[in-house]
């Protein structure tokens, strides 16, 4: 390992124990030194795909040679998986086992790995998605993309090749004016930005701001942005980098952020990292998240054993979890009992509803837009 890596990893163990009070470190010494020729996924994996680990390399040159001798090749490959440990996909899904998807475009809300307790876990053997386009793009000098929001106002990925040159000369202005996907007042969240402000000084673009908490945006996805913003700042050289935030379904305050990071010049030796920060309430603190509304309620979070599949698994309430509305009788709107709306209604037309919102719905009522019930 070298010097500058060695820093970077030491003060970033730091943080991480000052932060969440663990010792893990937060990436493997192996992997954070890369082949490139991983980040080739797309053909070459997934024609490997069924094969064992191990058989890989001569399952695949078997396919350049007679298509019966593949077959024979394949065949052994797949009594090995039976006689020794269960290396496909199918097999370990199956066992409840986390396996990264092979490609960026297979990374979603279903397959994220169950929460363990910890701010993140590494995807990918924590290499990134990138292409070799996208590195070739990246090689060309800085930028910083954004993806427009789509029909539910949600942020879609940001990327960039980061440089000095994008980085902020002031500091941060106010941001309490944009009002990200699921946002609620008074539950704790903090406006999160998918490129840190350090990294590209992008202040208050909604394009790349999310609802998250406090364990998401600061304790989870900091140490690594800290990680890419020293490095670049010490050696000018770029990082080519990616927060996806990962929504599920309809939802409106996403399950988390997948994170990527490359060091550019020296093809990921110093930076390369490719993590799943969640975007859950500290499990101290029995918060949990409406993930459809951004509303918060009290429960407990489920902390799998790391390495499971599962994403993240909040108490049986969610998410039909049985509220008392109070319905105007007049309007038919329903809402939280804590709403302002409900204040300013006349006693006789209170009525209460207990059920789930999907129960409010069926009866004819309608969810009032204030409160988001
Ligand atoms: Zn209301």
Redesign the pocket.
């Known amino acids: 390992m070298n010097k500058r890596l060695c820093t970077l990893w030491i003060s970033l163990v730091m943080t991480l124990c000052l932060v969440t009070g663990c010792v893990m470190p937060p990436v493997e010494e192996e992997t954070s030194q890369p082949d490139l020729t991983l980040i080739e996924t797309d053909s070459s994996h997934q024609a490997d795909e069924a094969a064992p680990s191990g058989q890989t390399e001569e399952g695949s040159q078997a396919g350049e040679t007679a298509a019966s001798q593949d077959e024979a090749a394949g065949e052994a490959a797949t009594s090995q998986t039976e006689s020794e440990e269960p290396a496909s996909s199918q097999d370990a899904a199956a066992d409840g086992v986390y396996v990264s998807p092979e490609t960026y475009e297979d990374f979603n809300a279903d397959t994220i790995p169950a929460f363990a307790g910890k701010t993140y876990a590494v995807i990918h053997d924590n290499v990134p998605y990138f292409t070799e386009e996208e590195i070739r793009e990246a090689l060309e000098g800085p930028y910083e993309d954004y993806s427009p929001l789509d029909d539910l106002g949600r942020c879609g990925r940001a990327m960039g090749s980061l440089g000095v040159s994008l980085m902020p000369q002031g500091s941060r202005g106010d941001i309490s004016q944009i009002h990200p996907s699921g946002w609620q007042r008074g539950c704790g969240y903090e406006r999160s930005h998918l490129i840190a402000f350090q990294l590209a000084g992008e202040n208050d673009n909604q394009q790349n701001l999310v609802t998250g908490t406090h364990f998401f945006n600061n304790d989870g996805m900091r140490p690594f942005e800290e990680m890419v913003g020293d490095y670049v700042r010490e050696f000018q050289t770029l990082v080519l980098y990616r927060v996806t935030p990962v929504f599920s379904g309809d939802e409106l305050v996403c399950r988390g952020a997948l994170m990527e990071a490359w060091s550019l010049e020296d093809e990921g030796e110093d930076i390369c990292y490719c993590i799943f920060v969640y975007n859950v309430f500290d499990p101290s603190e029995h918060t949990l998240i409406d993930y459809r509304t951004g509303r918060t309620y009290e429960g407990e979070l489920q902390i799998a054993e790391e390495g499971m599949a599962g994403g993240i698994v909040q108490s049986e309430k969610e998410p039909g979890e049985i509220h008392t509305y109070i319905v105007n009788k007049r309007s038919l709107?329903?809402?939280?009992p804590d709403?302002?709306?409900?204040e300013k209604m006349s006693d006789k037309n209170k009525m209460e509803f207990t059920g789930t919102r999907d129960d409010a719905l069926d009866a004819g009522y309608q969810?009032?837009?204030?409160?988001?019930?």
Do not use: D
């Open positions: 709107i329903f809402h939280y709403c302002e709306g409900v969810p009032c837009p204030a409160c988001n019930p």
